[in-house]
C-alpha cells in the first residue's frame, strides 16, 4: 500500500509562487512514474506536470516555463514548483503515483491541497 501526502497550497496573488510537496510512503518503490494533477470547479481534472522512468519530464502546455517538477527519491517526495501564478492556475493539485505502464486510473493519489490565486 502506498500513502500520498501533499502539502504547500494556499492562497497567492496573480505574479507569485508556490511550492508543492508529496511526501510518499509504504510500497513506493515498484511505482516509476509520479506526477502533480489538478482540478478547478466545474472542470475535468488534468495532468499538470509528470516525471517518468528514466528522468522523462512532461508537462502541459499551460505551465511551461513556470512550473518545474522534481523528484527526490531518497526522501521519496515529488515537488511542484510554481511560479508567475495566474488566476486559471486555481485549482486542487493532487500528487499521483503508478507504473509507467499502467494508466493514471490504476495509480495512487493523494487527498488534494488548494491552490488560489487571486488578487
Known amino acids: 500500500q502506498v500513502q500520498l501526502v501533499e502539502s504547500g497550497g494556499g492562497l497567492v496573488q496573480p505574479g507569485g509562487s508556490l511550492r508543492l510537496s508529496c511526501a510518499a510512503s509504504?510500497?513506493?518503490?515498484?511505482?516509476?512514474?509520479m506526477g502533480w494533477h489538478r482540478q478547478a470547479p466545474g472542470k475535468q481534472r488534468e495532468l499538470v506536470a509528470a516525471i517518468f522512468s528514466g528522468s522523462r519530464i512532461v508537462y502541459a502546455n499551460s505551465v511551461k516555463g513556470r512550473f518545474t517538477i522534481s523528484r527526490d527519491n531518497a526522501e521519496n517526495t515529488l515537488y511542484l514548483q510554481m511560479n508567475n501564478l495566474r488566476p486559471e492556475d486555481t485549482a486542487v493539485y493532487y500528487c499521483?503515483?503508478?507504473?509507467?505502464?499502467?494508466?493514471?486510473?490504476?495509480?495512487?493519489w493523494g487527498q488534494g491541497t488548494q491552490v488560489t490565486v487571486s488578487s
Open positions: 509504504g510500497t513506493v518503490f515498484s511505482l516509476n512514474t
Open positions: 499521483a503515483a503508478k507504473r509507467d505502464d499502467r494508466a493514471w486510473s490504476s495509480g495512487y
